[in-house]
């Protein structure tokens, strides 16, 4: 682990670290992994079941998620056809399981009709065996495709979660990220979203938009708290290469302007009576609990459907290949898509996690919410202590960065604003070599 001096006098935005190790550190495994091994000695009595929908109707000029603009109708439906076959191998090969979680991703599902949305919670229940009614479900949204028929499929079948892709409610910011967004439908989808009563509205913002100042970004602010959302995501632009924003030349001696947004951000949302999850995720006061059985992500394992999903065990993360440009992911999604039912019985892109990468992958997904990492918790795990696998923590208390009360690392404010650097410090050599060499497509 680096010295944290090093990073500290940099960018307090390096890489979101939201899974370890990241998508670009997969490679072909060789050989392929059967499916069913995978997870023969796992725990599955507690899993994540997630389903991806590469499809939706823009790319965003910030995003680099594995989608496809306006797909047409054969390629929506051949899609549908092989997640069906796809789900069907799976459950077989996973045999006794049971879900926690259940979450509907992409992409923007909702740009599929309210007659395939409920297909795909027909797989999630029949096929799968999840209990959407018992469990927490979320789907993601956009203003566009938020229609009333696609919105109670999702309220009648159990979703209890609705995450709304806003970023911005000032039309010349979304504009100049390629975003058209009309201001009318970002309204009529917050309408239908309360009126049917989600238990979970989530509203997704982003700041350092070309453009955005500390006032605009304001005015966002107000105008989704307005609404009275349980949760907001904040998410800080990311340029990164392959996408639209990415291709364009960028002044490397202008100011970043994020961290005064985001420092105005946490502020006005703690006067709101907000508390802090993470550098990103805000929850309101009353804001409805995650009900149900327990999951626990640094623990619990992960069945990803679809193609762009990821799947992960212990031992194991697997998925799909991955690709930004609309090119390369077409090809993956095109070839994933020509599977034989044989192909979906093994794994053969993903990370196999020998003890030192399960062991920073723990720290990690702790480290960086606000309940922070158990060292009894961790010490119960691996058979050893937090600090000395990874004796960089040590760093953080001095740093101003964490304190540790009670067995319990927590990052403190500025901690949590530096979520971003602290994430790529906690990377292996090992992973970030892979990163480093990994070609983007």
Same mark, same amino acid.
């Given at each position: 682990?680096?010295e944290?001096?090093?990073?500290?006098?940099?960018?307090?935005y390096e890489s979101?670290l939201y899974?370890?190790?990241?998508?670009?550190a997969?490679?072909?495994l060789?050989p392929r992994?059967?499916?069913?091994?995978a997870?023969?000695?796992?725990? !599955?009595?507690a899993?994540f079941?997630y389903?991806?929908v590469?499809? =939706?109707e823009?790319?965003c000029?910030? =995003?680099n998620?594995f989608?496809t603009?306006?797909?047409?109708d054969d390629l929506v439906?051949?899609?549908?056809?092989?997640?069906e076959?796809q789900c069907r191998?799976?459950?077989?090969a996973l @045999?006794?399981?049971?879900?926690?979680?259940f979450?509907?991703?992409?992409?923007t599902?909702?740009?599929?009709?309210?007659p395939a949305?409920?297909r795909?919670?027909d797989?999630?229940?029949r096929?799968?065996?999840?209990d959407?009614?018992?469990v927490?479900?979320s789907v993601?949204?956009s203003?566009?495709?938020a229609?009333p028929?696609r919105?109670?499929?999702?309220?009648?079948?159990?979703?209890?979660?609705?995450?709304?892709g806003?970023q911005s409610?000032?039309?010349?910011?979304?504009?100049?990220?390629?975003?058209p967004?009309?201001?009318?439908?970002?309204?009529?989808a917050?309408?239908?979203?309360v009126?049917?009563?989600f238990p979970t509205?989530?509203i997704d913002?982003m700041?350092?938009l070309?453009?955005q100042?500390?006032?605009s970004?304001?005015?966002?602010?107000?105008?989704a708290l307005?609404?009275r959302p349980?949760?907001?995501y904040?998410?800080p632009?990311?340029?990164?290469?392959?996408t639209?924003l990415?291709?364009?030349?960028?002044?490397p001696?202008?100011e970043?302007?994020?961290?005064?947004?985001?420092?105005?951000?946490?502020?006005?949302l703690?006067?709101a009576?907000?508390t802090?999850?993470?550098?990103?995720?805000f929850?309101?006061?009353?804001?409805?609990?995650?009900?149900?059985?327990?999951? =626990?992500?640094?623990?619990? @394992?992960m069945?990803?459907?679809?193609c762009?999903?990821r799947?992960?065990?212990?031992?194991?993360h697997?998925a799909?290949e991955?690709?930004?440009g609309?090119?390369?992911? !077409?090809?993956i999604?095109?070839?994933?898509?020509? !599977?034989d039912d044989?192909?979906?019985t093994h794994?053969?892109? @993903?990370?196999e996690?020998?003890?030192?990468e399960q062991r920073?992958r723990?720290?990690a997904m702790s480290?960086?919410?606000a309940?922070g990492?158990d060292?009894?918790?961790y010490?119960?795990?691996?058979g050893?202590?937090?600090?000395?696998?990874?004796p960089?923590?040590l760093?953080?208390?001095p740093?101003?960065?964490?304190?540790? !009360?009670?067995?319990?690392?927590?990052?403190?404010?500025?901690?949590?604003?530096?979520s971003?650097?602290?994430?790529?410090?906690?990377h292996s050599?090992?992973?970030?070599?892979?990163?480093d060499s990994s070609?983007?497509?």
């Open positions: 682990m680096s944290l001096a090093d990073r500290l006098g940099g960018t307090p979101y899974a370890y190790p990241h998508k670009t997969y490679r072909a060789a992994v059967p499916i069913a091994r997870w023969r000695e796992e725990r !599955r009595d899993l079941l389903v991806h590469p499809f =939706c823009m790319r000029g910030f =995003c998620l989608t603009a306006r797909p047409k439906e051949a899609y549908l056809g092989a997640l076959r191998v799976v459950a077989g @045999g006794e399981a049971s879900f926690a979680r979450a509907l991703g992409g992409g599902p909702t740009l599929l009709p309210a949305l409920a795909l919670l797989l999630a229940e096929v799968m065996g999840a959407l009614a018992r927490p479900c993601e949204t203003p566009e495709t229609t028929e919105l109670r499929v999702l309220r009648e079948r159990g979703i209890d979660r609705v995450s709304l806003v409610f000032v039309a010349s910011e979304t504009a100049a990220v390629h975003r967004q009309r201001a009318d439908d970002v309204q009529r917050l309408e239908l979203l009126g049917l009563g509205l989530n913002l700041y350092g070309p453009g100042t500390l006032d970004w304001q005015r966002s602010l107000e105008a307005a609404w349980a949760e907001l904040l998410y632009l990311y340029v990164r290469p392959l639209t990415g291709r364009r030349a960028r002044d001696a202008a970043d302007p994020r961290l005064p947004l985001y420092r105005l951000a946490r502020e006005r703690a006067d009576g907000y802090q999850d993470s550098m990103r995720m929850r309101a006061p009353g804001a409805p609990s995650q009900d149900g059985p327990v999951y =626990c992500v640094q623990e619990d @394992g069945v990803g459907l679809g762009g999903a799947s992960y065990t212990s031992r194991l697997y799909s991955y690709a930004v609309a090119r390369g992911v !077409r090809e999604l095109d070839g994933w898509i020509a !599977r044989d192909a979906f794994a053969d892109w @993903g990370f996690l020998d003890g030192e920073r723990f720290v480290l960086l919410v309940d990492l060292l009894e918790a010490r119960r795990r691996f050893a202590e937090a600090v000395d696998d990874l960089g923590l760093q953080l208390e740093a101003g960065l964490a304190t540790v !009360r009670d067995r319990r690392v927590r990052l403190t404010a500025a901690g949590l604003e530096r971003d650097t602290l994430g790529p410090w906690l050599e090992r992973v970030r070599a892979l990163m070609e983007l497509r």
